[in-house]
């Protein structure tokens, strides 16, 4: 496997859009840490980032579309534009994904979301 971090923030996107959960998981550091950009740890480790995904990965037309990335050495920042199924229907969100990779493994991640939009 290719550890650069835009080859792990990549198959990380895969994976998540593939629905492939061990594949995303294994994307992650044991440890890895996911923060609400500026703000609340919203999971750490595997145990608590795992549940995350299989809840989202439920969803029918689950799907990020990657919009720009920049990459600044071990640093990756997506944005995306992520389609959801909510509770009022289907939509679209932005989101803003920062990861840190380490040792060939994202050890941080930080998330800022926009606005929902249905439709």
Do not use: W
């Amino acid at each position: 496997m290719n550890t650069s971090p835009l080859a792990v923030v990549q198959a990380q996107l895969d994976a998540y859009n593939a629905k492939d959960l061990d594949a995303l998981m294994a994307t992650y550091a044991s440890d890895a840490q996911q923060f609400a950009i500026h703000g609340a740890l919203l999971a750490q480790g595997h145990a608590q980032i795992r549940p995350r995904y299989e809840e989202r990965f439920a969803e029918p037309d689950l799907r990020a579309r990657l919009v720009n990335r920049s990459v600044i050495g071990n640093f990756v920042t997506d944005v995306e534009i992520v389609t959801r199924n909510f509770p009022e229907g289907r939509g679209t969100v932005e989101m803003l994904c920062v990861y840190e990779v380490v040792d060939g493994r994202i050890a941080r991640a930080s998330f800022a979301t926009g606005e929902k939009r249905l439709g």
